[in-house]
């Protein structure tokens, strides 16, 4: 799998943070409405690796910390941290692709009620 796959195979994923952290309704309602959240790393820098999917509202709250806050701030707030993003985002990844024909789904408009569907059955 290529960085560019990564980050196109992200787009069919649930908000992770969603996912980690609220109902089963809320997650999958974000199935196919995410952005690619780039977390930073020790040197500041960002990889196409460290991206997970982050529906608007969170992914907004990551850029701007919480209220002028610190990144500290939204993982006390959700108890979540890179380490925990990236597990659930690799969880995720792994459901999704054992699940469906991604080659299929990513180049269809059906795409999207079909990536719903294989969601479904994550428990």
Request: with cysteine.
């Amino acid at each position: 799998m290529t960085k560019d796959d990564y980050v196109a195979l992200l787009h069919w994923l649930p908000c992770v943070v969603c996912y980690l952290r609220f109902t089963r309704e809320r997650w999958l309602a974000t199935v196919g409405k995410v952005q690619a959240h780039h977390l930073e790393s020790v040197r500041h820098s960002y990889s196409d690796w460290g991206t997970v999917p982050a529906c608007r509202d969170h992914h907004d709250e990551l850029h701007v910390h919480i209220g002028g806050g610190s990144r500290r701030a939204f993982e006390r707030k959700y108890k979540l941290d890179d380490v925990k993003l990236l597990e659930g985002t690799i969880k995720l990844m792994l459901f999704f692709m054992e699940n469906c024909d991604y080659g299929r789904v990513g180049k269809t408009m059906a795409g999207g009620a079909e990536a719903v569907a294989v969601f479904r059955r994550l428990q």
